[in-house]
């Protein structure tokens, strides 16, 4: 069965430390897969795409198929980064995507 | 573009009452969906719309109802509120050939 699994509902970081929030996938196929913010009360956005490989806000992350792994990282957390991040599979076009439970990160100073 | 709409933004309905959330995209998607957060759930699909006049069920479609008359349009219809449907509900919408979903602000309602 597919299926994304984020271990940590909740994720504290104090300013400038570095931050990881974890996702791990059950998928036979090749799936894509993608990292979602929501901030206070606002709709998800997406943040990142493991095909694009790109940096958005200062975070990466890498699809580790061996580990069947899609981790978010960040070396130096801003409190403006303070959100609820979502981890999704997608099976392909036209086909709904696949949500983790969700990472609440919050920043202090 | 709006990108994808979403009316109301908040919505009060007691147990029993009927109501439809509205939900919109002016960038001619294909494809359409509904999904419902809940705190510790993340987002639980309860369907989809592959194009005008094709719905499907997602993972929980019980006590909804949808339909897919034009490409901009895609309706959630709740038949007879019950507290379990006290939720936010997202819209959202993709184009075809995409996997990425672009979303519509939510719609927070809560049924007494």
């Known amino acids: 069965a597919q299926r994304v699994t984020q271990p940590e509902k909740l994720l504290s970081v104090f300013k400038g430390a570095p931050v990881e929030l974890k996702c791990n996938y059950s998928y036979s196929g090749s799936p894509e897969l993608f990292w979602y913010v929501q901030y206070s009360r606002q709709r998800l956005q997406l943040l990142l795409r493991?095909?694009s490989r790109e940096s958005i806000k200062g975070f990466t992350a890498d699809l580790n198929k061996g580990e069947t792994s899609f981790h978010l990282k960040k070396p130096f957390a801003q409190e403006e980064d303070s959100a609820m991040y979502y981890c999704a599979l997608s099976r392909g076009a036209g086909t709904a995507l696949i949500f983790g439970k969700g990472t609440t990160l919050s920043v202090s100073s | 573009n709006a990108g994808v709409t979403q009316t109301p933004k908040f919505q009060v309905l007691k147990t029993g009452q009927s109501m439809t959330l509205q939900c919109a995209q002016d960038m001619n998607h294909e494809y359409m969906s509904w999904y419902r957060q809940d705190p510790g759930m993340g987002l639980r699909l309860i369907h989809y719309?592959?194009?005008?006049?094709?719905?499907d069920q997602g993972e929980v479609p019980n006590g909804y109802n949808v339909s897919r008359s034009t490409t901009e349009d895609f309706p959630l219809r709740l038949l007879s509120a019950a507290p379990s449907q006290t939720s936010v509900y997202f819209c959202?919408?993709?184009?075809?050939?995409?996997?990425?979903?672009?979303f519509g602000p939510g719609t927070r309602l809560t049924v007494t």
């Open positions: 719309s592959v194009g005008a006049g094709i719905t």
């Open positions: 493991h095909i």
């Open positions: 959202a919408s993709s184009p075809s050939g995409r996997v990425e979903q672009y």
